[in-house]
């Protein structure tokens, strides 16, 4: 009777009992990996080399709102909230890193014509430089699938190009080369259409190349070739994107392959012809609570946008 329990144990209770906890653990650990996944998730994050045009990205949204800001240096933008400030690295100040104001900005721009190129993120930057550049308050972003200009004070022209996809851009490269008069510089920002729409990313990188031997062969034939800069893709929030095709394609995983394709096409600078503005080290940093729609950010995101991209200017123009 003894041996028949014994039996019943090894053979029936103890492979039960094993099963179970097998199923516990295995199910555990799902939930723990996937929770584990959102948040330890190794961002993708740009190198800038060792030249100060893209030194400049570097910095962090500091934690504490400064105690004064206009009197504390190295500030990109100040604000009173913990996501309001933006303080420049060590490395970007050695760079000379340093906040520019309207005067400032205005006096490096005097005269010339810049273009912002791209989808929505670059229609939001263009409204941050027009806060900072322009004293008119009917020059406002023009929202819709549409191009705009402005003639801000110092003479500067701005003119901002709706083109979402990368052949956008291409295009008005290809004009510009063939002799349109053309810009003293650029920002160009295209990807999130495309991951959208196509959602391909090697397609995309085929975009890119395209893009930069336009850009190149344009460049070429200047006699002083503008400075041209490719902002990163924004990071993403899929819980705050406000429809479902923009949730199923719009994942912070894809943001990390097309910057991929970004880092590693060479359309950068030194190996290709474009700046890096890193737009994704911002709004990856500001975080979630910088979002409303998790694709657009706090005005403060796109105001430091514009300082690191005076910056990298001054060290071009
Ligand atoms: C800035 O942020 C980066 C990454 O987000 C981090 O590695 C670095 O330590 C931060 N620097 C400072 C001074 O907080
Ligand atoms: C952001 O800037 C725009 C102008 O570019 C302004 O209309 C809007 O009120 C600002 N938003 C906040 C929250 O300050
Ligand atoms: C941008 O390119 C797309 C696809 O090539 C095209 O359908 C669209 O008309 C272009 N938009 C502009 C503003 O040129």
Same mark, same amino acid.
């Given at each position: 009777?003894?041996?028949l329990?014994?039996?019943? !144990?090894?053979?029936v209770?103890?492979?039960? #009992?094993?099963?179970?906890c097998?199923?516990?653990?295995?199910?555990?650990?799902g939930r723990?990996?996937?929770?584990?996944?959102?948040?330890t998730?190794?961002?993708?994050?740009?190198?800038?080399?060792?030249?100060?045009?893209a030194?400049?990205n570097s910095?962090?949204?500091?934690?504490? @709102?400064?105690l004064s800001?206009p009197?504390? @240096?190295g500030?990109?933008?100040?604000? $009173?909230?913990?996501?309001?400030?933006?303080?420049?690295s060590?490395?970007?100040?050695q760079c000379g890193?340093?906040r520019?104001? #309207?005067?400032?900005?205005? *006096?490096?721009?005097?005269?010339? !014509?810049?273009?912002?190129?791209?989808?929505?993120?670059g229609?939001?930057?263009? %409204?941050?430089?027009?806060?900072?550049?322009?004293?008119?308050?009917?020059?406002?972003?023009?929202?819709?699938?549409?191009?705009?200009?402005?003639?801000?004070p110092?003479s500067?022209? *701005?003119?901002f190009?709706?083109?979402?996809? &990368?052949?956008?851009?291409t &295009? $008005?490269?290809?004009? !510009?080369?063939?002799g349109?008069?053309?810009?003293?510089a650029?920002v160009?920002? &295209?990807?999130?259409? $495309?991951?959208?729409?196509i959602?391909?990313?090697?397609?995309? *990188?085929?975009?890119?190349?395209?893009?930069?031997?336009?850009?190149?062969?344009?460049?070429?034939?200047a006699?002083?070739? @503008?400075?041209? =800069?490719?902002?990163s893709?924004?990071?993403?929030?899929p819980?705050?994107?406000?429809?479902?095709?923009?949730?199923e394609h719009?994942t912070? &995983?894809?943001?990390?392959?097309?910057?991929? %394709?970004?880092a590693?096409?060479?359309?950068l600078?030194?190996?290709? @012809?474009?700046?890096?503005?890193?737009?994704?080290?911002?709004?990856?940093?500001?975080?979630p609570?910088?979002?409303?729609?998790?694709?657009h950010?706090?005005? *403060?995101?796109?105001d430091?946008?514009v300082?690191? !991209? %005076?910056?990298?200017?001054? =060290?071009?123009?």
């Amino acid at each position: 009777m003894l041996a028949l329990r014994d039996h019943t !144990w090894t053979r029936v209770v103890l492979p039960v #009992a094993v099963f179970i906890c097998i199923i516990v653990f295995l199910a555990h650990r799902g939930r723990f990996s996937l929770h584990g996944d959102k948040h330890t998730r190794e961002v993708f994050v740009f190198e800038y080399g060792d030249n100060c045009e893209a030194l400049v990205n570097s910095g962090n949204w500091t934690s504490k @709102p400064p105690l004064s800001c206009p009197g504390t @240096p190295g500030l990109a933008t100040c604000g $009173h909230g913990p996501r309001d400030s933006w303080q420049w690295s060590a490395v970007a100040l050695q760079c000379g890193a340093s906040r520019q104001d #309207a005067t400032a900005l205005r *006096a490096l721009l005097a005269h010339r !014509w810049f273009v912002v190129a791209g989808d929505s993120i670059g229609r939001f930057f263009f %409204a941050a430089l027009l806060r900072l550049l322009s004293d008119n308050p009917a020059q406002q972003i023009v929202f819709g699938h549409r191009d705009f200009e402005y003639v801000l004070p110092g003479s500067i022209k *701005a003119t901002f190009l709706w083109a979402p996809y &990368a052949p956008n851009l291409t &295009a $008005h490269f290809k004009a !510009w080369d063939d002799g349109l008069a053309a810009p003293d510089a650029f920002v160009l920002s &295209a990807g999130l259409w $495309h991951m959208l729409h196509i959602s391909d990313v090697q397609d995309f *990188a085929q975009e890119l190349v395209q893009l930069k031997l336009s850009a190149t062969s344009f460049l070429a034939k200047a006699v002083q070739a @503008p400075p041209v =800069s490719y902002c990163s893709i924004s990071e993403v929030y899929p819980p705050k994107l406000k429809t479902e095709d923009k949730r199923e394609h719009l994942t912070p &995983a894809r943001v990390d392959a097309y910057n991929l %394709a970004i880092a590693n096409n060479d359309v950068l600078y030194p190996s290709g @012809p474009f700046h890096m503005l890193d737009i994704h080290r911002l709004t990856q940093g500001c975080g979630p609570d910088c979002t409303h729609d998790g694709l657009h950010y706090s005005n *403060a995101t796109y105001d430091t946008a514009v300082q690191v !991209w %005076a910056n990298t200017l001054r =060290s071009l123009l």
